[in-house]
């Protein structure tokens, strides 16, 4: 059997993938991440797809990051708040040369150090490890804050889930980094309306979403999160905040399980491992979007 990362990159014609291009990227997020699921019957896929271009525009020019050294101390902090979906940071550190895409076929195995929710330890650019929701954006707002105090220019960038925005740690955290004016602090939500078990608005409805984070003292802008040129904009607008005395978020539309037909808005595929003819069948939609 050929190597993983030589049956990750098939569809490139033994081309290196230009993954400096956030449409690449993207897409080879949700191939790794259907190829690591697959391997270690791992679940979460659909908050994968979801999160891929959001990860992927962070990772092509928006965060100051050095592969080559991932702990230079003025690196730009990024937490994956949603850390159930850690195997897209994964793939997106992989692609971007932070360690060997090889290394992602271990990703859920027993001892191995890709775990099924992003973890910082011994893994090369990952900051934080989460996975009980709730949790990253006070972490971030602690980060933020000791950045701002020490006078260090570098930025907090927070992902989170929707669904997390339930937790009254989240409003905490909202409430705190306003009240320290941490202009340097950026968070965005994959906001694609669903969450554990039904919709975000059945289980509990976050609208006018956009206005509670303004109400708590926030730059708050909404855009298309499968749209990397929006997103790259509102990045850059997120960074033009710096000064404003207001932490920033930005609202990324998304659909859960975004790529995949049969995993679009199914929440099923929040759980479900991609086996047997789904996979096949998600495989064969995936190579047919390649960029």
């Not at 905490?172 to 004016?181: F, K, M, N, V």
């Not at 990045?235 to 905040?241: K, R, T």
Request: include cysteine; proline fraction near 4%.
């Amino acid at each position: 059997m050929e190597g993983y990362e030589a049956l990750v990159h098939s569809a490139f014609g033994g081309q290196k993938p230009d993954v400096t291009d956030p449409t690449v990227l993207a897409w080879l997020i949700r191939r790794n991440a259907l190829e690591m699921t697959h391997i270690s019957r791992g679940s979460h896929i659909g908050s994968v797809f979801s999160v891929a271009e959001i990860i992927a525009v962070l990772y092509t020019g928006v965060l100051h990051v050095d592969p080559q050294n991932p702990r230079m101390p003025d690196r730009d902090r990024l937490i994956l708040s949603k850390g159930h979906a850690g195997s897209a940071v994964y793939a997106a550190l992989a692609e971007t040369g932070f360690f060997p895409v090889e290394q992602l076929k271990t990703h859920y195995a027993n001892g191995a150090i890709l775990s099924g929710h992003v973890s910082h330890k011994g893994v090369p650019g990952v900051e934080v490890s989460t996975g009980s929701l709730g949790h990253g954006l006070g972490v971030g707002t602690g980060m933020a804050l000791g950045a701002k105090m020490d006078g260090e220019s570098w930025r907090t960038w927070v992902v989170l889930g929707d669904g997390e925005c339930d937790e009254g740690s989240v409003w905490e955290a909202a409430l705190q980094a306003a009240q320290y004016g941490l202009d340097r602090l950026c968070a965005i939500v994959d906001y694609n309306h669903m969450q554990s078990l039904f919709t975000v608005a059945e289980t509990l409805k976050l609208e006018p979403f956009e206005e509670k984070w303004k109400n708590f003292g926030w730059n708050a802008m909404s855009v298309d999160g499968h749209d990397v040129r929006a997103l790259r904009d509102a990045c850059a607008w997120a960074q033009d905040q710096a000064g404003s005395g207001k932490p920033s978020v930005i609202l990324a539309n998304t659909v859960k399980g975004k790529g995949v037909s049969f995993m679009e808005n199914n929440i099923l595929w929040h759980y479900r491992t991609p086996q047997g003819e789904e996979y096949e069948a998600a495989l064969k939609e995936l190579e047919a979007q390649r960029p």
